[in-house]
């Protein structure tokens, strides 16, 4: 059964800070990572998304990266701003056929303080 | 081009009752899924629909089912509701699984 992990559970930095949050998996047979954001009481706006192929996915000021062989994905944020609080998802996408599903960690909620 | 739409927003239901929330995929998606979110929890599997038929279903007991229609939109209907059925359900659709997921904005369910 997959299990996925993220750390910290919360963070908070000041404006401007660069910053990581982490994502670890049990199972390294996976289909594809998907990193989405989501806003208090809202929907998943989603991120980035990385193959089971790729090393790392690039977006503005976002990027993230997966090593499949250890079970991580990484998502790295530059130069935050307060617009960026908001809880980050890890979710990791595996197939069986036809039969795909995501499979989520718990978060990490950002806070950014000006 | 229209992202995933979902309906009611939000519904508040007595123990026992049946409830039917609905969604309309992204369009040109065929592939539709849905989500259970506890406060405080990332999504839960609940199943996928592919061309009206159901092909992938997580952990959870019969009285969740679903529809997928031709024009690939779908509904999620919940008998004999449990408080524990309080959460928010999203939608999700895809063109095919590896161009990954558009999430709808959720329906917010409260059982009382």
């Known amino acids: 059964k997959q299990e996925v992990t993220q750390i910290p559970a919360a963070l908070s930095v000041p404006e401007g800070e660069n910053l990581v949050l982490n994502c670890s998996f049990t199972?390294?047979?996976?289909?594809?990572l998907q990193w989405f954001r989501q806003d208090p009481g809202k929907g998943l706006t989603s991120l980035l998304l990385?193959?089971?192929?790729?090393r790392e996915q690039t977006s503005g000021r976002l990027n993230a990266s997966l090593d499949k062989s250890s079970g991580r994905s990484t998502l790295y944020i530059a130069a935050s701003q307060p617009g960026d609080s908001a809880t980050y998802l890890c979710?990791?996408?595996?197939?069986?056929?036809?039969?795909?599903?995501?499979?989520f960690g718990k978060g990490t909620l950002l806070t950014v303080n000006p | 081009e229209t992202g995933v739409t979902q309906s009611p927003t939000h519904l508040i239901k007595t123990r026992g009752q049946q409830v039917t929330l609905r969604c309309s995929s992204q369009?040109?998606?065929?592939?539709v899924s849905w989500y259970q979110q506890a406060l405080g929890q990332g999504p839960q599997f609940i199943f996928q629909?592919?061309?009206?038929?159901?092909?992938g279903r997580g952990n959870f007991p019969p009285r969740f089912s679903g529809l997928q229609f031709p024009n690939y939109s779908s509904e999620l209907n919940v008998n004999a509701l449990e408080l524990d059925d309080s959460a928010l359900y999203l939608c999700?659709?895809?063109?095919?699984?590896?161009?990954?997921?558009?999430f709808g904005s959720g329906t917010r369910l409260t059982v009382v």
């Open positions: 999700a659709s895809s063109l095919r699984y590896n161009y990954g997921y558009t």
């Open positions: 199972d390294s047979a996976i289909y594809n």
């Open positions: 990385i193959q089971s192929s790729q």
């Open positions: 979710a990791v996408g595996t197939a069986r056929g036809s039969n795909y599903k995501l499979t």
């Open positions: 369009s040109g998606h065929n592939t």
């Open positions: 629909y592919y061309r009206e038929e159901e092909n």
